[in-house]
């Protein structure tokens, strides 16, 4: 496995008249996640909320960036999700 190989494409809506797919690396991906949770500064111990379809790009977001600083990820359902108080204490 070498970092140019492929993570995953990303589709776009086609606002500009015509969607295309946009190829992202594993090692772009692998870099943007350590990044993010270095400048969040999350790490074991701390939990980190997935509220996005699992469709919608911020998913890679929710779900990596956690993991590979060694937190914890909860999955909040719809309801949850759609409370903010229900959200806070569910962490």
Excluded at 23 to 39: P, S
Excluded at 49 to 70: D, K, M, N, Y
Aim: hydrophobic share 50%; charged share 15%.
């Amino acid at each position: 496995v070498d970092d140019d190989d492929p993570a995953y494409v990303l589709h776009t809506s086609g606002s500009t008249g015509a969607p295309k797919g946009v190829l992202v690396t594993r090692g772009a991906l692998a870099h943007y996640a350590l990044a993010m949770a270095a400048r969040l500064a999350i790490g074991p111990g701390d939990t980190w909320a997935h509220t996005a379809s699992l469709a919608f790009s911020s998913a890679i977001r929710q779900l990596l960036v956690p993991l590979v600083a060694g937190a914890t990820v909860a999955l909040a359902d719809d309801a949850t999700r759609r409370d903010a108080a229900a959200l806070a204490g569910s962490l």
